[in-house]
């Protein structure tokens, strides 16, 4: 069974911040997203990595892949309160059903 | 354009009721479409999916069920709702590497 380990669960941080986000799993995935989310509202794709080592950045928000394929980290540079929200990864299970695999999520509040 | 529909957006139905929640896709054919559900500030566990109509796939055993009786549609059903079954339900469909999300419906059985 293929798991993904996101860490923390939770963050509070002052506006101004610097904070990372991890997404470990022991399995290899084809591709990995990053999704945020809003209270009451579905997630929103924010990035799909794809090759191993691969490196995205969105404005002040950076996604990396790792070298395996087998974890990811999302970097967010000077945390602005409209960053709070619930941060979840999600990678393609194996196959060709296209099933996303979820991590447990990173609840980030920024604080003016 | 595609979008997704989902409704309704909240719902409180007694225990032992029936449940019926409806998704449909437009804008696209032959859509793979999933269900999921969601624990409060958690992440999102994978209940059905299905690749063509009526051809259905179940992750988890579980009270309920769904059904594809069209291309675009995707419905997740219940005969009698049981107080686990309360959380927020959210069917996506993939039209590439990410999902687009529906907006979700907020369950709660009292």
């Known amino acids: 069974t293929q798991l993904l380990e996101q860490s923390p669960q939770f963050l509070s941080i002052q506006e101004g911040e610097n904070l990372t986000v991890y997404c470990n799993s022991s399995s290899v995935f084809s591709s990995l997203q990053w999704y945020r989310q809003e209270p009451g509202e579905g997630p929103v794709l924010l990035v799909t990595?794809?090759?191993?080592?691969e490196v995205k950045k969105l404005k002040r928000l950076t996604f990396q892949f790792g070298d395996a394929r087998k974890d990811s980290s999302l970097h967010i540079t000077a945390a602005q309160p409209g960053d709070t929200g619930l941060y979840l990864c999600a990678g393609h299970s194996s196959g060709n059903t296209g099933k996303l695999i979820f991590g447990q999520g990173t609840t980030l509040q920024v604080k003016p | 354009s595609q979008t997704i529909h989902q409704w309704p957006a909240t719902l409180v139905q007694p225990v032992g009721s029936p449940l019926s929640l409806e998704c449909t896709v437009e804008g696209t054919s032959n859509p793979n479409l999933y269900w999921y559900r969601q624990a409060a500030g958690r992440g999102l566990q994978l209940l059905f999916y299905?690749?063509?109509?009526?051809?259905i796939s179940s992750e988890v055993p579980q009270n309920l069920s769904a059904s594809r009786p069209q291309d675009r549609q995707f419905i997740l059903s219940s005969k009698k709702l049981l107080l686990s079954d309360s959380g927020f339900y959210l069917c996506a469909w993939s039209p590439g590497y990410g999902y687009t999300f529906g907006s979700g419906t907020r369950l709660t059985v009292v």
């Open positions: 990595v794809v090759t191993g080592g």
């Open positions: 299905s690749v063509g109509i009526g051809q």
